[in-house]
């Protein structure tokens, strides 16, 4: 994510290169997870530390990105070069949080692994900011932005070396197909993880609709503001403090209470809770447009990021040590599947936008907003029906 920009501008010059920019890097983020997910988990369960598939993985960012700040000091970088580091640091962006998911219990334990997961969360806005900071000093200049980038994954592959966990041994092979098929068994067959994996599938589909229409709802404030000089400061802060608040608001609710209720009475609560606001964007138009703009972005943001940290330590803590990568792997391939096949469902809220015209309001939003509402709520049944068999580990650990 940090190094896309610096590729961007450093790489394709003309029309054509920009197009498979575009096509590339959809392929890798999309394509590569519903492809190699669960194949990549099978792997990660069969190494015996797997602090190793994360070295491997910085190790590949480091040399994907070096290479292309060795190819610009000797004058001979090109933009197939470019495309080509883009699509490796996509495809290991998207993959690599299996293996990281997968070693993250044997090194914190049940007990911590809500306050990790939340840790792990925010520290990309953190490196965000940091890294905006050295781009500012460094005068935009993005071979040097970079190196910065090639010596930081440099010191995660050291950083990685450095960690050392009591993992239990590796399950002996049965094959690629059986190991899969046994992740994928486990899955279907244990109640809370098929009420999980249903709920992050269901949620996957719709995202592209909520995101379609938040963008919708966005240009409705910017015409506001447009219009009305006075409104000018106070959309930046509605666009801009849900993006950032969010994540932090997110991170510190799921610590200050997972230990009242557990992972996962936290995460269908708060599903309940935040996703109906969403239906305050088809107001962003009216008066008081700002106000229900942010509420409605920032509050099923803030839910999001609950559910998705509680949803992930529950998992980690049921899932057996050996199926961690397999049910991590077809997770990540499942909702990459549903992803893409949410692109679809876009399509309407633009068709909805051109129907309203030049009308003040975005309330022609609001169907496709309450359908996405409705399906997420309806996708938190299984949740809230699976409770009582949802003995939460994480919750028994820290208050036992």
């Given at each position: 994510m940090f190094a896309k920009p610096a590729l961007l501008l450093d790489g394709p010059q003309s029309a054509m290169d920009f197009r498979n920019v575009v096509v590339l890097d959809w392929a890798a983020e999309n394509l590569v997870p519903v492809l190699l997910g669960l194949?990549?988990?099978?792997?990660?369960?069969?190494?015996?530390?797997?602090?190793?598939?994360?070295?491997?993985?910085?190790?590949?960012?480091?040399?994907?990105?070096?290479?292309?700040?060795?190819?610009?000091?000797?004058?001979?970088?090109?933009?197939?070069?470019?495309?080509?580091v883009m699509t490796v640091m996509a495809a290991?962006?998207?993959?690599?949080?299996?293996g990281q998911?997968?070693?993250?219990?044997?090194?914190?334990?049940?007990?911590?692994?809500?306050?990790?997961n939340a840790l792990l969360s925010v520290?990309?806005?953190?490196?965000?900011?940091g890294l905006a900071a050295i781009l500012s000093?460094?005068?935009?200049?993005?071979?040097?932005f970079l190196v910065v980038v090639s010596v930081a994954m440099a010191g995660a592959t050291l950083l990685f070396r450095g960690v050392d966990a009591t993992e239990a041994p590796p399950p002996p092979r049965a094959g690629l197909w059986r190991e899969m098929a046994e992740g994928i068994?486990?899955?279907?067959?244990?109640?809370?993880?098929?009420?999980?994996?249903?709920?992050?599938?269901v949620s996957a589909l719709f995202a592209e609709l909520v995101d379609e229409a938040t963008d919708e709802a966005r240009n409705a404030v910017m015409d506001a503001a447009e219009r009305d000089a006075s409104l000018s400061e106070f959309y930046w802060w509605s666009v801009t403090v849900p993006l950032y608040s969010a994540p932090l608001l997110g991170a510190l609710l799921s610590v200050l209470l997972h230990r009242r209720l557990g992972a996962f009475r936290l995460a269908w609560w708060a599903v309940l809770v935040s996703q109906p606001?969403?239906?305050?964007?088809?107001?962003?138009?009216?008066?008081?447009?700002q106000l229900w703009y942010t509420i409605g972005?920032?509050?099923?943001?803030?839910?999001?990021?609950?559910?998705?940290?509680?949803?992930?330590?529950?998992?980690?803590?049921?899932?057996?040590?050996?199926?961690?990568?397999?049910?991590?792997?077809?997770?990540?391939?499942?909702?990459?599947?549903?992803?893409i096949l949410g692109n679809l469902l876009g399509a309407p809220v633009h068709w909805l936008a051109e129907f309203g015209g030049s009308t003040p309001t975005p309330l022609v939003l609001l169907p496709g907003l309450a359908l996405a509402t409705f399906a997420t709520l309806a996708a938190a049944v299984p949740l809230l029906r699976a409770r009582h068999l949802a003995a939460d580990p994480v919750l028994e650990t820290t208050t036992g």
């Open positions: 194949p990549l988990g099978v792997l990660i369960d069969r190494v015996r530390r797997r602090r190793s598939v994360l070295v491997v993985m910085a190790l590949l960012g480091m040399v994907a990105v070096a290479s292309v700040t060795v190819a610009d000091g000797l004058g001979a970088a090109g933009g197939p070069h470019a495309l080509a290991l962006a998207a993959v690599t949080p299996v998911d997968a070693y993250l219990p044997s090194i914190v334990g049940r007990g911590r692994l809500v306050p990790a520290l990309p806005q953190a490196l965000l900011l000093l460094l005068d935009g200049s993005e071979f040097a068994r486990f899955t279907a067959k244990q109640p809370v993880l098929r009420a999980i994996t249903l709920y992050l599938v606001f969403i239906l305050l964007l088809a107001l962003s138009g009216t008066d008081w447009g972005e920032f509050v099923p943001l803030t839910g999001t990021i609950v559910v998705a940290i509680a949803l992930l330590s529950h998992r980690q803590a049921i899932t057996p040590e050996r199926l961690l990568g397999r049910v991590g792997g077809l997770l990540l391939g499942l909702t990459g599947l549903a992803d």
